[in-house]
């Protein structure tokens, strides 16, 4: 990767890790939006999208199954698409 050019979308998709009590993770997509455009990268939380159960250990290990991999990584693109208004 070449270096950053600082340029940012105005809206995206932040993920976060939530340990639950029985030992999985929750990994959480929330909709986010640029908190001042033009100005740095601080985000603004819009809703929730979407969020996936994991086994802790698979993830610690990096080995979550590659099927829910490309279930995140579809599910994350699309909504992506769907956010800069290039879904058809």
Do not use: C, H, Y
């Not at 270096?3 to 809206?11: H, I, N, S």
């Not at 029985?22 to 603004?44: H, M, N, P, Q, Y």
């Not at 809703?47 to 802790?56: E, N, P, Q, Y």
């Not at 993830?59 to 698409?81: C, K, M, Y």
Request: hydrophobic letters at 45%; a negative charge; charged letters at 30%.
């Amino acid at each position: 990767m070449d270096r950053d050019d600082g340029k940012r979308g105005a809206q995206g998709v932040v993920a976060s890790i939530v340990e639950r009590d029985d030992g999985s993770v929750r990994i959480v997509f929330d909709d986010v939006e640029l908190a001042a455009r033009g100005k740095g990268t601080g985000w603004r939380t819009l809703r929730l999208f979407t969020w996936k159960d994991l086994d802790a250990a698979a993830l610690a290990e990096s080995a979550v199954p590659q099927d829910q991999l490309a279930e995140i990584g579809f599910n994350l693109l699309t909504r992506l698409a769907a956010l800069s208004g290039k879904v058809k």
